[in-house]
């Protein structure tokens, strides 16, 4: 939940009246204190289920707003840690929380890296993706890693069909398409645009050899399915 210290709803209102990119940059100084960071617990749990896969030297946080991300590549990489985000507003608090990061101001969709990474990571931005732009980004992601290098991130459970926050979901998804129907510019967040199957066939056709593990850190639903899972693809030699 929101804290007392987090942002208003009027700047949360401006923000999702504005494009992404300055939606960000806008939100950037609160956004830490707003339910959309990545938890500390899923990001624990991602680095202890990727460490068995190391080691890495280099690695990338693929739109790496505030630096969350760089908690997992601190913990896993030998050298260097690199983040990548769009936003000047968000790159300015993760300079704040990774001084020895080096970031980037870059879209994601057009990489400015060789393929000098062995890990990439990226945490809760592929909902600022439409679907016919998942295979650029994963071909940018290809072509930053090297040979054998791995890209992981992790993937919550869908919720379960009636659920409140199955509704939830199809709401926010509901209104932030009438939102960029009738305003501009658009503001891309979509919750229900990232589908498992597609989206491991889509990163299989692009040269990456595919599995997903659950992190059975964060528990299972009472029907015995994993609230999250982990998906590692890793580039073919």
């Not at 990439?120 to 090297?146: C, I, N």
């Not at 659950?214 to 998906?231: F, I, N, S």
């Amino acid at each position: 939940m929101f804290t007392s210290r987090g942002p208003t709803l009027r700047e949360l209102a401006v923000q999702a009246l504005s494009s992404v990119e300055r939606g960000y940059d806008l939100l950037a100084p609160k956004f830490d204190l707003t339910p959309f960071r990545t938890p500390d617990r899923i990001l624990d749990e991602t680095a202890d289920a990727l460490r068995p896969l190391g080691p890495f030297r280099d690695g990338l946080d693929v739109c790496c707003g505030t630096g969350a991300g760089g908690r997992v590549l601190r913990a896993l990489c030998q050298e260097r840690v690199v983040g990548v985000d769009f936003s000047a507003g968000m790159l300015r608090e993760a300079r704040r929380a990774h001084p020895a990061a080096v970031l980037v101001r870059a879209d994601a969709r057009a990489l400015p890296f060789r393929p000098v990474f062995d890990l990439a990571v990226s945490f809760g931005a592929f909902g600022h993706f439409l679907p016919r732009e998942r295979p650029g980004l994963f071909a940018q992601v290809h072509s930053a890693l090297r040979p054998g290098g791995v890209f992981a991130f992790p993937v919550g459970a869908p919720p379960r069909f009636g659920t409140l926050p199955y509704w939830s979901m199809l709401g926010f998804d509901a209104v932030m398409r009438v939102r960029n129907r009738v305003w501009r510019p658009d503001f891309v967040m979509y919750y229900r645009t990232f589908p498992l199957g597609e989206v491991l066939a889509e990163l299989r056709r692009t040269g990456f050899d595919v599995e997903s593990t659950p992190l059975e850190g964060l528990g299972r639903r009472p029907d015995g399915t994993p609230r999250c899972a982990m998906v590692v693809a890793r580039r073919r030699a």
